[in-house]
């Protein structure tokens, strides 16, 4: 249970902070796309989003546990 609301509160944190950053991101990708390097930004950032992201939960969850318990 602990586990759900930590992750909830991580991604409604998450979209609070990027939300504006999302309203200039967005075009950007529509233009990769059309140059045909949007697959090449796709895979990077996602790989990068991935280990950023474990990273992130992994250090807030150790974090709260240690808090917590």
Excluded: H, N
Excluded at 28 to 48: D, H, K, P, R, Y
């Amino acid at each position: 249970m602990k586990r759900a609301i930590i992750a909830i509160l991580a991604i409604v944190i998450g979209w609070w902070e990027f939300q504006d950053d999302l309203a200039y991101w967005l075009p950007a990708w529509g233009t990769a796309i059309e140059s045909g390097c949007g697959w090449g930004q796709v895979a990077i950032l996602g790989f990068l989003s991935a280990i950023l992201a474990g990273t992130i939960v992994w250090t807030g969850y150790r974090a709260l546990s240690y808090l917590l318990d």
